[in-house]
C-alpha cells in the first residue's frame, strides 16, 4: 500500500530505508587472485553516503547514562556541577544509546563522535582533553566513556566485544544507522607537568617525545608562519606532539589501530588537521584503511578549505577522502546569521566553483562545529538558524548538523558584547532539551526522509533559478526527479515568476503543506513569508538493478548540446555500439554521473569506457584502450573515473 502523503512517504522512508537506497552495508570483494587476471580493479559492496544526515557529538556534553563511570581514572577532572568548562561534565556512551530513538526520530542516519580514545589525564591551560584530541594510547576506550568494568583494551575485547562501545554499534545497526569514528593522526598529547608525546600500543609505551630515541616525533617546535607549508606541515599546532610521517613504525602503528576500530563495525571516519601532513601520507593511509574495508567513507577537516585554496582543492581531489565544506560553512554564517552583503549571493558565489571539486556532492556541509562560535551566538533568531538548516539539508553535499542545534543549544557566556569572543569550550555546552516537537527537529526529519526519497536531492545537479540579497531559488535535478527550493531571509514578498523545471501541476510543499501551481514549469505570484522557506518535491523512477553501479567521470570539457556516455562490451553499455551508450547526468563543468543497472552482466568482467556525443558531430572518444572491471554480483558499486585526453 503506498503511502497517503509526501509527508507519510518520508516517514516511512526513515523507518525503511532500504527500501529507498541499498546501502550495500557488508563489504563483499569479488576474489581473482589468479596471476594472468587482466582486470584491473576488484570491487566490492559501497556505502552510500550521499544519502545520510551525519550528527555530530561532543560526546562527553550530550548525556550522561553511566554516572558510575564519570569520574574517571582521575576525579579531579570530573566537575559533576558542569560549571568549569575545561573538566569533563560526565557525557558517555550509554548516554548517546540512551538517545539513539530521539535522534533517529529526528532523521539522523549517521553519528559523528568526537575521539573516544585513551586521553592524558591531566589539565592544560585549564583543560582537560574532553574533546578527545590529546590521545595517549589509540588502542583503548577513554575510561570515562564506557562502563566502569568494561575493559578498555582494544585487543583484549576484540573478540568478545562486550564493551559500551560495542552496545552502542550494535544498537545503531539494529536502527539502519551508521557510525562515524574521529580520528587523530598528526599529534598526540601536549606538554603535562614535563611528559610530552608519551604514546602507548594498548598499554605498552612505545614512544616519548622528550626521549625520541627512534624518531616518532617532529622537533621543529610551534608553527611561527601559517603561509609557510613545510612549517604548516612539520611543526607543532598549540603545542601538541607532532607525529614524524617518515617513520615507517608510526605509520604501521596508526593504520593498524584505526583498522581495529574498523573491525569493530565502525563505518566511516573524520580525519582530524589533515592540512598538518603531507598529502602522500594521506594517500598511501586512504590506500591502506580502504583495502582494509573497502566500504568505508572518510572525510577530513582542512580548516577554513575553500575552493579558492589550491591546496585544499589538491587535498580533496587527490588524498582518497573527501572533507568539510568550510567554505559553504563561512559563506552560510556570513549571509544568514551576521547578514553580510552581498546576502545568498555569498553562497552562490561557493556553488559556482563547485567545478573545482571531483566531487563536490560528497562535501560535508555544516553551519557550525567545536572549533567555532554557534551559529546562534552570531544570530540568536531561530528562524534564521532554521533558513540555515533548511539550506544544508537540500544543497549538493552531505549534510551534519552540529548536536543541540534542533534544540537551540547555545551559550553566550564570554561573549561580553562580542558574539566572536564565544569559541572554545563555550560552543560545547552540556545537551539540555530533548523537544520532539521543535521546528528545526521536525524540519530535519523531513528533510532527511526527503534526501533519501528523492535521488535529486542527495545525487544530482544544483541550477540556480532566482537570487537577490534576501531571496533564493535553486533546483536539484537527477534524472527525471526534481526538488525546488525558495527561501527568503526578509521581509515578506511576492515573486512573479519563477523557473522550476517541475511538472505542471499542483504540489505541496514538504515543509509548510502549502498547495502551490505549477504551470509551464513556472511558479506565478508565489509569495514568501519573512525567514520562510518552500521545499517541493518531484520524485521520477528510480534506477533499479540487480548491481547498480554509480558512474562518475570528471576532467571532461563539454559545450551546450554535447553529452557524456559509456560504452562497454556487455549488453547493458551497448556492446561497443555507441548509438546504445548509457548517457549520464551533467552535475557541473567538472563532472558527469549517472546510476547504471546491470542484471545480465552482473558478477562478471565487463571493459568500459567514455565518450562523447556531439550533435552534427562524430562522437568523440576517450583516447586509451578501455578500463576493466569485475562487478559485484549484488549490490552498489561506484566508478570514479577522470576522462582520458
Known amino acids: 500500500m503506498e503511502p497517503k502523503s509526501l509527508s507519510q512517504a518520508i516517514t516511512t522512508s526513515l523507518s525503511d530505508s532500504k527500501s529507498i537506497v541499498d546501502a550495500g552495508t557488508a563489504a563483499e570483494i569479488t576474489e581473482a587472485r589468479e596471476d594472468d587476471n587482466p582486470y584491473e580493479f576488484l570491487f566490492t559492496r559501497a556505502i552510500e553516503f550521499r544519502q545520510e ?38 557525557g558517555d556512551l550509554q548516554g548517546i544509546i540512551d538517545k539513539l530513538d530521539y535522534l533517529k526520530g529526528m532523521g539522523v542516519t549517521a553519528l559523528w563522535l568526537t575521539p573516544l580514545f585513551e586521553q592524558v589525564e591531566a589539565l592544560f591551560i585549564e583543560q582537560a582533553a574532553i574533546h578527545g584530541y590529546w590521545i595517549k594510547d589509540f588502542k583503548r576506550i577513554n575510561p570515562r566513556f ?38 587523530v593522526c598528526n599529534h598526540s598529547n601536549p606538554d603535562f607537568s614535563g611528559k610530552k608525546g608519551e604514546l602507548y600500543d594498548d598499554g605498552v609505551k612505545i614512544a616519548d617525545f622528550n626521549d625520541d630515541k627512534n624518531n616518532w616525533y617532529h622537533h621543529y617546535g610551534i608553527v611561527t608562519n ?37 573491525d569493530r563495525g565502525v563505518d566511516a571516519l573524520r580525519v582530524d588537521t589533515v592540512k598538518h601532513m603531507p598529502i602522500w601520507f594521506w594517500q598511501e593511509f586512504n590506500g591502506d584503511i580502504q583495502t582494509h574495508k573497502p566500504d568505508v567513507f572518510i572525510f577530513g577537516e582542512w580548516i577554513y578549505s575553500s575552493a579558492n585554496d589550491e591546496r585544499s582543492v589538491e587535498f580533496a581531489n587527490r588524498s582518497g577522502m573527501t572533507m568539510l565544506d568550510f567554505g559553504l560553512c563561512m559563506a552560510l554564517r556570513q549571509a544568514l546569521a551576521v547578514n553580510a552583503p552581498p546576502g545568498f549571493q555569498m553562497i552562490q ?35 534564521v538558524v532554521r533558513l540555515a538548516i533548511n539550506l544544508v539539508m537540500t544543497c549538493r553535499g552531505i549534510p551534519c548538523i552540529y548536536y543541540g542545534t534542533e534544540q537551540y543549544l547555545h551559550n553566550d557566556t564570554n561573549t561580553d558584547g562580542d558574539p566572536y569572543g564565544n569559541n572554545d569550550p563555550y560552543n560545547r555546552p552540556m545537551m539540555e532539551n530533548w523537544d520532539t516537537d521543535t521546528a528545526i527537529y521536525r524540519d530535519i526529519r523531513l528533510l532527511s526522509g526527503l534526501r533519501r526519497l528523492n535521488p535529486a536531492v542527495c545525487l544530482g545537479s544544483q541550477w540556480l533559478k532566482y537570487i537577490t540579497s534576501d531571496v533564493y531559488c535553486y533546483l536539484r535535478r537527477y534524472r527525471d526527479s526534481r526538488c525546488f527550493v525558495a527561501m527568503n531571509k526578509g521581509e515578506p514578498v511576492t515573486l512573479e515568476k519563477v523557473e522550476t523545471d517541475l511538472p505542471d501541476k ?39 538493478g540487480q548491481t547498480l553501479v554509480r558512474v562518475q567521470v570528471n576532467g571532461i570539457s563539454t559545450n551546450p548540446g554535447e553529452i557524456v556516455v559509456i560504452i562497454g562490451d556487455c549488453p547493458e553499455l551497448g556492446n561497443w555500439d555507441i548509438a546504445k551508450a548509457y548517457p549520464l547526468e551533467y552535475i557541473n563543468a567538472n563532472t558527469w554521473f549517472t546510476e547504471i543497472p546491470f542484471n545480465e552482466s552482473a558478477g562478471k568482467a565487463i571493459s568500459y569506457k567514455y565518450a562523447m556525443w556531439r550533435e552534427g558531430h562524430s562522437p568523440v572518444r576517450e583516447n586509451l584502450v578501455c578500463r576493466r572491471w569485475l562487478l559485484a554480483d549484488e549490490g552498489i558499486v561506484k566508478w570514479r573515473d577522470t576522462w582520458s585526453h
Open 146 to 183: 564506557i562502563g566502569k568494568d568494561d575493559e578498555p583494551s582494544l585487543n583484549k575485547t576484540q573478540d568478545t566485544k562486550n564493551t559500551a562501545f560495542d552496545r552502542l554499534i550494535t544498537e545503531l545497526h539494529k536502527r539502519d544507522m551508521k557510525m562515524i569514528l574521529d580520528i
Open 349 to 383: 558565489d561557493v556553488f559556482d566553483l563547485d567545478y573545482r571539486y571531483d566531487g563536490a556532492t560528497e562535501l560535508i556541509t555544516f553551519i557550525d562545529n567545536h572549533d567555532m562560535h554557534r551559529f546562534q551566538t552570531l544570530n540568536p533568531d531561530p528562524d
Open 226 to 262: 601559517w603561509e609557510d607549508e613545510w612549517q604548516v606541515q612539520n611543526c607543532e599546532l598549540s603545542g601538541l606532539a607532532t607525529f614524524n610521517e617518515n617513520n615507517v613504525e608510526y605509520r604501521n602503528y596508526i593504520k593498524s589501530a584505526i583498522k581495529q576500530w574498523l
Open 53 to 90: 544526515t551525519i550528527y555530530f557529538i561532543v560526546v562527553d556534553r550530550f548525556f550522561d547514562g553511566d554516572s558510575e563511570n564519570s569520574e574517571g581514572p582521575n576525579p579531579e577532572l570530573y566537575d559533576p556541577a558542569g560549571e568549569d568548562w575545561g573538566k569533563y561534565w560526565g
Open 506 to 544: 499542483e504540489h505541496t510543499c514538504v515543509l509548510t503543506g502549502r498547495k502551490l501551481e505549477v504551470k509551464d514549469g513556472y511558479l506565478y505570484d508565489l509569495e514568501l513569508g519573512a525567514k520562510e522557506a518552500i521545499v517541493i518535491s518531484h520524485v521520477g523512477e528510480r534506477v533499479k
